[in-house]
């Protein structure tokens, strides 16, 4: 991921309301704009169908929300690629080496050897 797209996925995820649809797609993935404004109610979360919509054009953007057409209707899905290859190169490489210790303390405990 370049730093254009990293910029565009920080963007979209700073914002709560984003976040609140993100989490609504990972409860139930492949919702419709109704749908999304339906599950946003339902957990206390009122935003118009216009916000709703504006957010979404944001996390496509961002490449997190990829939408699919069927039929009349329009389907998003979930996409957490974006959001692992962020992981990978900002948080992984910090807990790699702890990560490590914990599966060397591991391994000798297994073993016997409580080094």
């Known amino acids: 991921m370049d730093d254009t797209g990293a910029d565009a996925v920080f963007k979209a995820l700073a914002d709560a309301s984003r976040r609140e649809l993100l989490d609504q797609l990972r409860a139930e993935n492949g919702q419709t704009l109704n749908g999304l404004c339906v599950s946003l109610a339902k957990s206390g979360t009122r ?55 914990l599966s060397d303390m591991k391994k000798a405990l297994e073993e016997g050897t409580g080094e």
């Open 47 to 101: 935003m118009t169908r216009q916000a709703v919509s504006k957010h979404l054009a944001v996390l496509e953007a961002a490449n997190l929300v990829v939408p699919v057409r069927q039929g009349r209707e329009k389907l998003h899905y979930l996409n957490p690629v974006p959001i692992h290859e962020i992981g990978e190169r900002w948080i992984a490489n910090f807990e790699r080496g702890r990560l490590q210790a």
